[in-house]
């Protein structure tokens, strides 16, 4: 089992940045693909970007394609979402998580992931 823990959101104006972290715990002998999703009212929740940890390769939706940006930091087991130029379509409930994939896997996927956090709100006002 793997506990996710996100943290970093709060509200912003437009244009604004965060940066939000999320701490993973618990078994980590396999190799795992991290996402980052949201939802906002009225929506359904969609993939925002994603990490593949063993190839660092990421992966983005369009809508957020040069303005997020996912990093990572091996020691504290721990995976990030810059977010810059923040718009208020950005708006929604953001969600890590994490999927076991093989060691021979290198992409990100954006289904089948098993393990989620608790969310964290992110609201941009115009």
């Known amino acids: 089992q793997v506990q996710l823990v996100e943290s970093g959101g709060g509200l912003v104006q437009a244009g604004a940045s965060l940066r939000l972290s999320c701490a993973a715990s618990?078994?980590?002998?396999?190799?795992?693909?991290m996402g980052w999703f949201r939802q906002a009212p009225g929506k359904e929740r969609e993939f925002v970007a994603g990490?593949?940890?063993?190839?660092?390769?990421?992966t983005y939706a369009d809508s957020v394609k040069g303005r997020f940006t996912v990093s990572r930091d091996s020691a504290k087991n721990t995976v990030y979402l810059q977010m810059n130029n923040l718009k208020p379509e950005d708006t929604a409930v953001y969600y890590c998580?994490?999927?076991?994939?093989?060691?021979?896997?290198?992409?990100?996927?954006?289904?089948?992931?098993?393990?989620w956090g608790q969310g964290t709100q992110v609201t941009v006002s115009s």
């Open positions: 618990g078994r980590t002998r396999s190799n795992y693909a």
């Open positions: 990490f593949n940890w063993n190839s660092d390769t990421t």
């Open positions: 998580a994490a999927q076991s994939v093989s060691h021979y896997y290198a992409g990100v996927p954006r289904t089948g992931y098993d393990y």
